[in-house]
């Protein structure tokens, strides 16, 4: 399989690595870096065709990827599927848990 990553380059102390793609029109920056969940990448086109904009872009994706995590924030926007898959799962552990019982 060809690879389509081209002027690769790591940012962010090598924890985010922006490229070129050579399979698209416009040859814009993109970056990617390791799913923190271990599935994969997370991937962002960064939509300028200039380096050191990218840079800077994959630096402030790099700061809000990890305020999404501290806060414990989906990292990726979900489909409505995948949201209800997320709520009948949590209703149904909500269910097995049984009615909230408060005192001491």
């Known amino acids: ?28 920056w993109h970056a990617r870096m390791n799913n923190p969940d271990g599935k994969g990448y997370l991937v962002k086109p960064l939509g300028t065709l200039v380096k050191h ?14 305020n999404k995590l501290k806060n414990n ?14 709520y009948l ?3 149904e552990n909500s269910v097995k848990r049984g009615p909230f019982q408060s005192g001491s």
């Open 53 to 66: 904009e990218a840079v800077e872009l994959a630096y402030d994706w790099h700061r809000d990827i990890n």
């Open 89 to 91: 799962h949590q209703l």
């Open 73 to 86: 924030l989906a990292l990726n926007n979900r489909r409505v599927s995948q949201m209800c898959k997320i």
């Open 1 to 28: 399989m060809k690879q389509h990553r081209v002027n690769l380059t790591a940012v962010c102390n090598g924890k985010v690595e922006i490229y070129n793609r050579t399979d698209t029109k416009r040859a814009v």
